[in-house]
T-cell receptor
Framework: AQSVTQLDSQVPVFEEAPVELRCNYS??????LFWYVQYPNQGLQLLLK??????LVKGINGFEAEFNKSQTSFHLRKPSVHISDTAEYFC?????????????FGTGTRLTIIP | DAGVIQSPRHEVTEMGQEVTLRCKPI?????LFWYRQTMMRGLELLIY????????DSGMPEDRFSAKMPNASFSTLKIQPSEPRDSAVYFC????????????FGPGTRLTVL
């Protein structure tokens, strides 16, 4: 079964600074990878997804992630964060060909933006 | 569309009581998922349905938990009897036919068992 590791449980970042949230997954022949964001007291929503093709994936709110097969990583980045980016971020993986049917989530990274 | 609807948003009950959580998926979605989120265990998939049929319930913690989906627009998660360790936020999510689409999450039900 697939597994996901998010090494950083909390990441504090100054406003307008860049951020990288790390995600590593267990090795497999091929995977689908996702980043979800959870704002306080809300459900999760999709930021971006990698299914195939270009390894650089762009998502909503200026976020992007790069799929690195050799390092089994899918790190999330943003060049300049805003106060509104304060949230918890979850990396998730699924096994094709099941696609998005069943996701395995990481433990989450809490991003705190410092004014 | 109003999105995935869950009720109640908050539930406080006493140990031993029956608790029923409700979910209305987005119209047209034929996958429905129940998750539980706690500080200790993170986000766990409890069970999911496809076309109202339970596909995988391996995440259901024990027999005290049960889930049903009597039709395409309604699902319940029941805990009987409830215990303090069941306190968590329970999310329902739905998605389009299996493939590559995202899961749409409801706002969650925060359950506190005293």
């Amino acid at each position: 079964a697939q597994s996901v590791t998010q090494l950083d449980s909390q990441v504090p970042v100054f406003e307008e600074a860049p951020v990288e949230l790390r995600c590593n997954y267990s090795s497999s022949v091929s995977v689908y990878l996702f980043w979800y964001v959870q704002y306080p007291n809300q459900g999760l929503q999709l930021l971006l997804k990698y299914l195939s093709g270009s390894t650089l994936v762009k998502g909503i709110n200026g976020f992007e992630a790069e799929f690195n097969k050799s390092q089994t990583s899918f790190h999330l980045r943003k060049p300049s964060v805003h106060i509104s980016d304060t949230a918890e971020y979850f990396c998730a993986v699924s096994d094709p060909p099941r696609g998005n049917e069943k996701l395995t989530f990481g433990t989450g990274t809490r991003l705190t933006i410092i004014p | 569309d109003a999105g995935v609807i869950q009720s109640p948003r908050h539930e406080v009950t006493e140990m031993g009581q029956e608790v029923t959580l409700r979910c209305k998926p987005i119209s047209g979605h034929d996958y429905l998922f129940w998750y539980r989120q706690t500080m200790m265990r993170g986000l766990e998939l409890l069970i999911y349905f496809n076309n109202n049929v339970p596909i995988d319930d391996s995440g259901m913690p024990e027999d005290r938990f049960s889930a049903k989906m009597p039709n395409a627009s309604f699902s319940t998660l029941k805990i009987q009897p409830s215990e303090p360790r069941d306190s968590a936020v329970y999310f329902c999510a739905s998605s389009f036919p299996a493939g590559l689409d995202e899961q749409f999450f409801g706002p969650g039900t925060r359950l506190t068992v005293l």
